[in-house]
């Protein structure tokens, strides 16, 4: 027992500086896991959803807007799909179909949303041209919950 409280004696001032560095390395590590692992906990999108669920955007209503764009004779095909606040078109027009003509897709889709829903969703459409080299396509329209028509 002597001996070890001689050797503390000898070396209380690097036993000191040991024990502070290590309460500070414990600090820096809890202060980095709460800035670094912070977000994790919950989903990916954050607080940015709330409210969704009073919104409710059914399928029923992408699927009636989807079939409305379908009507034009210089449509291929039309996907959608919801990815937080965000509404995505993807529509495929047959060759030589003018620019013009295929920026009227997003009629129907102002045109069927309510006001609720398009004050609350961004929207795009992405249009292309799969059949061949069609000068001007891809072409992307984007409607910011704020505004009130597309930007293209």
């Known amino acids: 027992m002597a001996?070890?409280?001689k050797f503390l004696k000898r070396h209380i001032?690097?036993?000191i500086v040991i024990i502070i560095l290590l309460i500070i390395g414990i600090a820096l590590f809890i202060f980095a896991r709460q800035i670094l692992g912070s977000g994790?906990?919950?989903?990916?999108?954050?607080?940015?959803?709330?409210?969704?669920?009073?919104?409710?955007?059914?399928?029923e209503?992408?699927?009636k807007i989807s079939a409305e764009i379908k009507k034009n004779d210089f449509i291929k095909k039309v996907t959608y799909r919801i990815e937080g606040r965000t509404i995505n078109f993807t529509v495929d027009v047959v060759q030589n179909t003018t620019i013009e003509n295929s920026k009227k897709v997003a009629e129907?889709?102002?045109?069927?949303?309510?006001?609720e829903e398009k004050a609350?969703?961004?929207?795009?459409i992405f249009i292309t041209c799969s059949d061949a080299e069609s000068e001007g396509y891809p072409i992307n329209g984007y409607?910011?919950?704020?505004?009130?028509e597309f930007v293209w």
């Open 120 to 124: 609350f969703y961004d929207i795009q």
């Open 61 to 63: 209503t992408l699927e």
């Open 143 to 148: 409607k910011h919950r704020t505004n009130s």
């Open 108 to 115: 129907p889709i102002l045109a069927t949303l309510s006001n």
């Open 40 to 59: 994790n906990e919950g989903t990916i999108y954050g607080n940015r959803l709330d409210g969704i669920e009073k919104v409710g955007l059914k399928n």
């Open 3 to 5: 001996s070890v409280l």
């Open 13 to 15: 001032v690097a036993i």
